[in-house]
């Protein structure tokens, strides 16, 4: 059965969202600006998570929407978006914004708030702060691309236009650096995010052109699985190209040399997801009751685990321990009480069901 051969990909979109709380918590440390100094370490671990992440995680939901339409057609999918993505998306915004604040509120009894270097960067962000989906911008995103997906789809078939599949995943690829060149910002801090419900077309393009790649990807013989199954046999050969890409970014970085930066991060995030995808394929490509438990809570523990780092970073923020100490305790802690919350009060709920869909035996 297709599901049972597509176990790792499951794994991996869960993977993307447990590295959510590490890049989180490497933000040094939101709200708490100036408690621990942003060490170079924590800055170097936050954008090389970052330009992977995102894209990897557009490209399974792409390839796992392609087969919801493949096997129950358009609207069902679109019916499916909805439920699993727009009504929870609306349900969790303010209540993660009710978290966010109270969290803040809680944790700042535990801030000495003489010793908060608060920085030009951090006082203008908070001037311009205003109501968004924070963390949960990737679900709106999701949303529109549902819709522009969907509507390419019923223009394929009127049109009717017969390009080999391989000839469209090289263009999406070739789109991405074209989206990532024309994006805001210092070379080493790409790709961006944006928060505001009207995203710059660069960045919703950026990250649609992955969305279209795993979907597209779906629609190779056999899922790609040969593909997969040629690359997998010389997957060592590609395990430097993300860190070789990465420094040499880096370099260029500092020497402002932002078109060959553009270039190389643009390496380093699709290198980066080849060899995660090579690694899951063959090593994490089973089925396992554990793994699909981890799998299920991740979308849960994704969206509700920010105000836990920032409560836990205001309790921390006194303690007199070193910074890497209080770094990997915050981890720990998050990712402890989120699966807690997920299997008492979420797991076997409407939640989620809302969240997962409902469990079926077998």
Same mark, same amino acid.
């Given at each position: 059965?297709?599901?049972?051969?597509?176990?790792?990909?499951?794994?991996?979109?869960?993977?993307?969202?447990?590295?959510?709380?590490?890049?989180?918590?490497?933000?040094?440390?939101?709200?708490?600006?100036? $408690?621990?100094?942003?060490?170079?370490? /924590?800055?170097?671990?936050?954008?090389?998570?970052?330009?992977?992440?995102?894209?990897?995680?557009?490209?399974?939901?792409?390839?796992?929407?392609?087969?919801?339409?493949?096997?129950?057609?358009?609207?069902?999918?679109?019916?499916?978006?909805?439920?699993?993505?727009?009504?929870?998306?609306?349900? +969790?915004?303010?209540?993660?914004?009710?978290?966010?604040?109270?969290?803040?509120?809680?944790? !700042?009894?535990?801030?000495?708030?003489?010793?908060?270097?608060?920085?030009? $960067?951090?006082?203008?962000?908070?001037? $311009?702060?205003?109501?968004?989906?924070?963390?949960?911008?990737?679900?709106?995103?999701?949303?529109?691309?549902?819709?522009?997906? !969907?509507?390419?789809?019923?223009?394929?078939?009127?049109?009717?236009?017969?390009?080999?599949?391989?000839?469209?995943?090289?263009?999406?690829?070739?789109? !991405?650096?074209?989206?990532?060149? +024309?994006?805001?910002?210092?070379?080493?801090?790409?790709? $961006?995010?944006?928060?505001?419900?009207?995203?710059?077309?660069?960045?919703?393009?950026?990250?649609?052109?992955?969305?279209?790649?795993?979907?597209?990807?779906?629609?190779?013989?056999?899922?790609?699985?040969?593909?997969?199954?040629?690359?997998?046999?010389?997957?060592?050969?590609?395990?430097?190209?993300?860190?070789? &890409?990465?420094?040499?970014?880096?370099?260029?970085?500092?020497?402002?040399?932002?078109?060959?930066?553009?270039?190389?991060?643009?390496?380093?995030?699709?290198?980066?997801?080849?060899?995660?995808?090579?690694?899951?394929?063959?090593?994490?490509?089973?089925? &396992?009751?554990?793994?699909? /438990?981890?799998?299920?809570?991740?979308? /849960?523990?994704?969206?509700?685990?920010?105000?836990?780092?920032?409560?836990?970073?205001?309790?921390?923020?006194?303690?007199?321990?070193?910074?890497?100490?209080?770094?990997?305790?915050?981890?720990?802690?998050?990712?402890?009480?989120?699966?807690?919350?997920?299997?008492?009060?979420?797991?076997?709920?409407?939640?989620?069901?809302?969240?997962?869909?409902?469990?079926?035996?077998?």
């Amino acid at each position: 059965m297709i599901v049972q051969r597509l176990n790792y990909l499951d794994s991996i979109r869960a993977f993307a969202m447990y590295l959510g709380i590490i890049l989180h918590s490497t933000l040094a440390l939101l709200p708490w600006y100036g $408690d621990y100094e942003m060490k170079e370490g /924590y800055g170097l671990l936050l954008i090389f998570i970052h330009g992977f992440r995102m894209p990897l995680f557009m490209i399974i939901s792409g390839f796992f929407s392609q087969m919801i339409i493949n096997k129950r057609g358009v609207i069902k999918f679109i019916d499916n978006r909805l439920r699993r993505i727009g009504l929870p998306y609306l349900i +969790f915004v303010p209540i993660i914004t009710i978290l966010f604040i109270s969290s803040f509120w809680v944790g !700042s009894v535990f801030v000495d708030w003489d010793s908060v270097n608060i920085t030009n $960067d951090a006082k203008e962000s908070k001037a $311009d702060d205003e109501f968004n989906h924070g963390h949960l911008w990737f679900m709106y995103f999701l949303l529109i691309f549902t819709f522009i997906y !969907s509507a390419i789809i019923y223009f394929s078939e009127k049109i009717n236009i017969k390009i080999k599949t391989i000839y469209y995943l090289i263009t999406m690829i070739v789109m !991405s650096l074209f989206f990532l060149i +024309f994006q805001s910002g210092e070379v080493i801090s790409r790709p $961006d995010t944006d928060l505001s419900f009207f995203p710059h077309w660069s960045i919703l393009g950026y990250y649609f052109t992955f969305f279209l790649f795993g979907a597209l990807f779906f629609r190779l013989k056999n899922n790609g699985q040969g593909f997969l199954e040629r690359m997998s046999k010389m997957q060592i050969f590609f395990y430097w190209i993300p860190v070789a &890409s990465f420094i040499i970014c880096l370099i260029f970085d500092d020497n402002k040399t932002y078109m060959l930066g553009e270039f190389f991060n643009f390496i380093f995030t699709w290198s980066s997801i080849l060899v995660i995808v090579l690694i899951f394929y063959k090593f994490i490509n089973k089925s &396992s009751s554990k793994i699909r /438990y981890l799998s299920n809570a991740s979308y /849960y523990i994704y969206i509700i685990h920010i105000p836990f780092i920032i409560l836990l970073q205001g309790m921390f923020s006194r303690l007199e321990t070193h910074h890497l100490i209080k770094f990997i305790m915050i981890i720990f802690l998050v990712t402890i009480f989120s699966i807690i919350s997920y299997h008492y009060f979420v797991r076997n709920t409407f939640i989620g069901i809302l969240l997962n869909g409902k469990k079926f035996k077998g």
